[in-house]
């Protein structure tokens, strides 16, 4: 079974040791990519524990089940990702269409994650961020021109 995430790979290989718990993800763009699949999927523990405590709010798993389940999901696509495995705070831009009363709607958010506990969580989220020109550096880190690395996707 193709993984939920659009990744391309099979959920066995993918997001799924994740979200049973047998790996921490081990970058941001992992840990973005195993919380789609968590919405998805109405794991709403997952999204809980993989959500920063200082910015969770009054959300809880069940909340966060029911808003999954409760939604058509079209796909995920990545615009960059910046963090690796020795970093302790990285970025996921990327962009959601799903179906929202006969209507498809994109949520387009860069997302902050951050090291807790030695493990990444998801910090916050600017949506609509603002666009990257072609000529400008690339966010991801990379040291080319976003037209030349990112933005070519």
Same mark, same amino acid.
């Given at each position: 079974m193709q993984c939920h995430c659009d990744s391309g790979q099979s959920f066995a290989d993918c997001c799924q040791p994740f979200l049973e718990g047998h790996l921490a993800a081990p970058t941001p763009l992992a840990l973005m990519r195993s919380r789609y699949s968590a919405y998805r999927l109405g794991r709403g523990e997952y999204l809980v524990k993989t959500w920063h405590p200082?910015?969770?709010g009054e959300l809880d798993a069940a909340t966060l089940r029911e808003s999954g389940l409760g939604t058509e999901w079209?796909?995920?696509?990545?615009? /960059?990702?910046? !963090? %690796?495995?020795?970093?302790?705070? !990285?970025?996921?831009?990327?962009?959601?269409?799903?179906?929202?009363? !006969?209507?498809?709607?994109?949520?387009?958010?860069r %997302?902050?994650?951050?090291?807790?506990?030695?493990?990444?969580?998801?910090? %916050? !989220?600017? /949506?609509? #961020? #603002?666009?990257?020109? #072609?000529?400008q550096p690339c966010p991801c880190g990379s040291g080319k021109k976003y037209k030349q690395c990112c933005g070519r996707r």
């Open positions: 200082d910015t969770l079209l796909g995920l696509a990545i615009v /960059f990702a910046r !963090g %690796s495995a020795a970093d302790t705070e !990285g970025e996921v831009e990327f962009r959601v269409r799903y179906r929202e009363q !006969g209507r498809v709607v994109l949520l387009h958010e %997302s902050r994650f951050v090291r807790h506990d030695d493990r990444w969580v998801y910090h %916050s !989220g600017q /949506f609509n #961020p #603002p666009k990257i020109g #072609p000529n």
